[in-house]
């Protein structure tokens, strides 16, 4: 059974970078088949794709966040990895890593992790 | 930029009822319009890929269907477990949810 798990600074300044971390285990990231997926939600509202990355190198990025975003994979790690510099208030969610089957079809979620932006 | 509009974005039903959550989509597109159920403090889970296609272990309660820019989430014979948020998606875009709470 795969099984994605965040890990990353749980409050962030802001105009600082926010850093996170997914470890896949259960399942190999270097699966030609699939992306790996970053989404968040801020508390009480919908969700946000934020980028997915194949194992490759391949990424794709939410144009209203692309100017921010750098995602990353590291297959010797089974992980991949997420940056959004110039953080503030508006970047505070819950961030969700996930397994992306094609299409932005995500089957497999982390639990989440909250990451608040303030002072 | 695509947009997905959901409606209602809440309602309140009794067990044993049909609900019908619509989800219009900003612009045609080929991705798969895909339907997700999220219950507090939990992450989404799939429920439905390619409009219509339901994940294995998903209910045949639930259905979808649709076609361009308007598709649509149905539950049949509302269960007590059924009670949560469904969320449209497509492409990179979310719809804002829908709560479906216990009347």
């Known amino acids: 059974q795969l099984h994605l798990q965040e890990s990353g600074p749980g409050l962030v300044k802001p105009s600082e970078t926010l850093s996170l971390t997914c470890a896949v285990s259960g399942g190999s990231i270097s699966s030609n088949s699939h992306y790996w997926a970053w989404i968040r939600q801020p508390p009480g509202k919908g969700l946000e794709w934020i980028s997915s990355v194949h194992y490759s190198g391949t990424t794709y990025y939410n144009p209203s966040l692309k100017s921010r975003v750098t995602m990353s994979v590291d297959t010797s790690k089974n992980q991949f990895s997420l940056m959004l510099r110039s953080v503030t208030a508006a970047d505070t969610a819950v961030y969700y890593c996930a397994r992306d089957y094609g299409e932005h079809r995500t089957d497999y979620w982390g639990q989440g992790t909250l990451v608040t932006a303030s002072s | 930029d695509m947009q997905m509009t959901q409606s209602p974005s809440s309602l309140s039903a009794s067990v044993g009822d049909r609900v019908t959550i619509t989800c219009r989509a900003s612009?045609?597109?080929?991705?798969?319009l895909n339907w997700y159920q999220q219950k507090p403090g939990t992450a989404p889970k799939l429920l439905i890929t390619s409009t219509s296609s339901l994940q294995s272990g998903v209910p045949s309660r639930f259905s979808g269907s649709g076609s361009g820019t308007e598709f649509t989430l149905t539950i049949t014979h509302l269960q007590p477990e059924d009670f949560a948020t469904y969320h449209c998606q497509q492409h990179y875009a979310f719809g804002q949810g829908t709560k479906v709470e216990i009347k």
């Open positions: 612009q045609s597109s080929s991705f798969s």
